[in-house]
């Protein structure tokens, strides 16, 4: 298959529109990650998602919507505080999981009953799916496991000749996925954290718990709210470790090992004398989002043994990066 590369303009978005009503894959942009949008009434097209990702089979995918009118093509029911959530968020990087309707393809969900669904804050992405008229079903357009795409290059990389077009547009400005909250459960659970937060979410929903996958791994054969967020994702080919510990403490375990890459917080910078990359601030957990899978990629590129990363908060825009690199390293944290 040859993968046609788009523009992000009027004529990128109609072709992209008319692959998606054919029942095609298309990778488009949106303000967290890339997307590989499909059909979310076709199970033709959905199942062309999952082998072009060699998705696990249990693992649901999100629907996307342009504008409120089209939630009830997607759900079968919008509750008050669903609707006091999306006021607040939406368009914008916070999924829903609600009950689902009919419509929505089986395959979407993979058995279950419910649907994830959000309505992107992202132009392009809104105006394909407006112009296919129907809700696409978009997970991040990645080979499953490898760190998820903020850039039509890291698409390319991955998914070239296995989806039908890529639409190539600028990098991404959240730079991880969005937040995912269970409104089917009561109290509401947080089972992905993103950029709309815990403490924001926590302003309407006050009763949120955090779901113990966001920090810690399944045990075996424990049955997850997320299916997601049981596997090892997000995970460049090097091995990586997380470190938890003081400035010092990092550094002095880093500058003692060999052939390392130190994944590290800006004020780290001067203590180092192993090679490193920064990825923000200590406290700015959006430059974190923002570089992070960019950087778990370039570190695939520099030929080291291993990856030493000083570990985030885990508060704030923070958490979610914590949420990816506990599972890029396979949860796998040293505490200094
Ligand atoms: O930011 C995003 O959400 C990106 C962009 C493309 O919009 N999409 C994305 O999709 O991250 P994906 O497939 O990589 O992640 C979907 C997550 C998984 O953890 C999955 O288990 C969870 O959402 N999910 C989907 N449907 C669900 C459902 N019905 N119940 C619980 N979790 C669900
Ligand atoms: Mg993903």
Known sequence: MITARLTDDNKGIAAAADILKADGVVAIPTETVYGLAASAFSDKAIEKVFIAKGRPQDNPLIVHISDIGMISSAV?????????????????????????????????????????????????????????GIPLAAPSANISGSPSPTTADHVIADLD???????????????????????????????????????????????????????????????????????????PKTEVLLISGSE???????????????????????SLTCDYLSYGAKTDGEAQAKSIFSLLRKADTLGKDKIYIHAPEKTGVSLAVYNRLIRAAAFRVIEL
């Open 248 to 270: 010092e403490a990092f550094a002095d375990f880093v500058n003692k090992q060999e052939n390392c890459l130190a994944i590290c917080f800006t004020e780290d910078e001067k």
């Open 76 to 132: 079968s029911e919008f509750s008050p505080i669903a609707k006091t959530l999306a006021d607040a968020f939406w368009p914008g990087p916070l999924t829903l999981v609600l009950k689902k309707s009919e419509r929505i393809a089986e395959s979407v969900s993979r058995g279950l009953d419910t649907v994830a669904v959000r309505m992107p804050s992202h132009k392009v992405a809104r105006e394909v799916i407006k112009a296919a």
């Open 161 to 235: 000749g296995r989806i039908d077009a890529v639409i190539m547009s600028g990098s991404s400005e959240v730079g991880v996925e969005s937040t995912v909250v269970s409104l089917v459960t009561d109290p509401p659970r947080l089972l992905r954290p993103g950029r709309v937060t815990a403490e924001e979410l926590m302003e309407y929903i006050p009763n949120l718990v955090i779901d113990k996958a966001v920090l810690s791994e399944p045990e075996k054969g424990e049955k997850v709210a997320s299916p997601g967020m049981k596997y090892k994702h997000y995970s």
